[in-house]
């Protein structure tokens, strides 16, 4: 035979005097917490509830203040390493430049001959459905700039950082070669181009330009633009030299896709390498 539920007692509780106060430990220093009344709490009806339930409802915790903003900064602290794994993870996994960290806007030196497609640039946000295509001679700052996006979507994600991913694009021929070698047919790296939230492609203009490859890039802008899916292009090729070297079907797409900015700066590596040299003779 079952035994017969204990029967419940009903609590005569005129105030959270008659009730003992709760015993929870602060979770930062362990200590018992302080109590005071709720002054919320109504006696009424309390006879419903069990014990344990009331003193809650009835006294309320005098928070240590200390505790918790150490609670708080240490939860920052945790997010912002939590974000910053995850940037280094995206930046890993994504063919990202090793020295793409430094290339922000901030650190971008603007030359007053390109002052004001660089305010164009400024005003972009990330939530923009499009990007920029930067022309150029070697050295002229397109690939920095282009590297302070990824800042900027950084910046923005608050929640999910975005699937960016970065080709330069002989590198992205030549990985999409390998791929065509898979036993499984799969097209990982083309699938990746095609269906990336952001799509960062350096040095267009210089791949092989086999037939096979203008064809890949028609799909991959051909789908981003029906997308709508943010891409940026670096080029050293002039405006006319993309339409003699890339079918003009190509360059339309990249104009529905990219906002074109030419920088006309010289080449600063050329300042890096005088630095360099002014640093050697300096040295004894
Ligand atoms: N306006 C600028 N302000 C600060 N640094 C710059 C600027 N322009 C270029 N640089 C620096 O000069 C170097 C060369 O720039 P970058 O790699 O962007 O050139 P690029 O135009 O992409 O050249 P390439 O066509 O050869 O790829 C980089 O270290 C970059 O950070
Ligand atoms: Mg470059
Ligand atoms: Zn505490």
Same mark, same amino acid.
């Given at each position: 035979?079952? &035994?017969?539920?204990?029967?419940? !007692?009903?609590?005569?509780?005129?105030?959270?005097?008659?009730?003992?106060? +709760?015993?929870?430990?602060? $979770?930062?220093?362990?200590?018992?917490?302080?109590? /005071?009344?709720? =002054?919320?709490?109504?006696?009424?009806?309390?006879?419903?509830? =069990?014990?344990?339930?009331?003193? %809650?409802?009835?006294?309320? =915790?005098?928070?240590?203040?200390?505790?918790?903003?150490?609670?708080?900064?240490?939860?920052?602290?945790?997010?912002?390493?939590? %974000?910053?794994?995850?940037?280094?993870?995206?930046?890993?996994?994504?063919?990202? &430049?090793?020295?793409?960290?430094?290339?922000?806007?901030?650190?971008?030196?603007?030359?007053? *001959?390109?002052?004001?497609?660089?305010?164009?640039?400024?005003?972009?946000?990330?939530?923009?459905?499009?990007?920029?295509?930067?022309?150029? $001679?070697?050295?002229?700052?397109?690939?920095?700039?282009?590297?302070?996006?990824?800042?900027?979507?950084?910046?923005?994600?608050?929640?999910?950082?975005?699937?960016?991913?970065?080709?330069?694009?002989?590198?992205?021929?030549?990985?999409?070669?390998?791929?065509?070698?898979?036993?499984?047919?799969? /097209? +990982?790296?083309?699938?990746?181009?095609?269906?990336?939230?952001?799509?960062?492609?350096?040095?267009?203009? !210089?791949?092989?330009?086999? $037939?096979?490859?203008? /064809?890949?890039?028609?799909?991959?802008?051909?789908?981003?633009?029906?997308?709508?899916?943010?891409?940026?292009?670096?080029?050293?090729?002039?405006?006319?030299?993309?339409?003699?070297?890339?079918?003009?079907?190509?360059?339309?797409?990249?104009?529905?896709?990219?906002? =074109?900015?030419?920088?006309?700066? %010289? *080449?600063?590596?050329? *300042?890096?390498?005088?630095?360099?040299?002014?640093?050697?003779?300096?040295?004894?």
């Amino acid at each position: 035979m079952q &035994p017969m539920a204990k029967a419940f !007692t009903p609590i005569l509780v005129s105030s959270a005097d008659d009730l003992e106060t +709760p015993q929870d430990r602060c $979770p930062e220093c362990g200590e018992v917490f302080q109590y /005071e009344k709720n =002054p919320e709490f109504s006696a009424k009806d309390s006879s419903a509830l =069990p014990r344990t339930v009331l003193s %809650r409802l009835a006294w309320r =915790p005098i928070t240590h203040l200390n505790c918790e903003s150490r609670m708080r900064e240490r939860a920052h602290a945790a997010a912002a390493i939590r %974000r910053k794994q995850e940037i280094n993870h995206v930046l890993k996994r994504s063919g990202f &430049p090793g020295n793409v960290m430094s290339k922000t806007l901030s650190s971008f030196q603007v030359d007053p *001959d390109c002052a004001r497609e660089l305010e164009l640039v400024k005003r972009w946000r990330p939530t923009d459905r499009y990007g920029f295509w930067f022309q150029g $001679p070697p050295g002229s700052g397109k690939s920095h700039l282009m590297g302070s996006f990824v800042h900027r979507y950084f910046e923005a994600s608050t929640e999910k950082v975005p699937h960016m991913v970065w080709w330069s694009v002989p590198f992205l021929f030549d990985q999409i070669t390998k791929d065509f070698a898979r036993e499984d047919r799969a /097209e +990982p790296t083309f699938q990746d181009a095609l269906n990336a939230d952001v799509l960062f492609l350096d040095d267009l203009g !210089t791949q092989q330009g086999k $037939p096979w490859e203008t /064809e890949r890039l028609f799909q991959i802008l051909d789908r981003r633009l029906n997308w709508e899916l943010p891409t940026f292009v670096t080029t050293n090729l002039a405006t006319g030299e993309v339409k003699n070297l890339m079918h003009e079907r190509l360059t339309s797409r990249l104009l529905g896709l990219c906002i =074109p900015v030419t920088l006309k700066a %010289r *080449d600063r590596r050329r *300042d890096v390498l005088a630095e360099r040299l002014r640093d050697l003779h300096g040295r004894v």
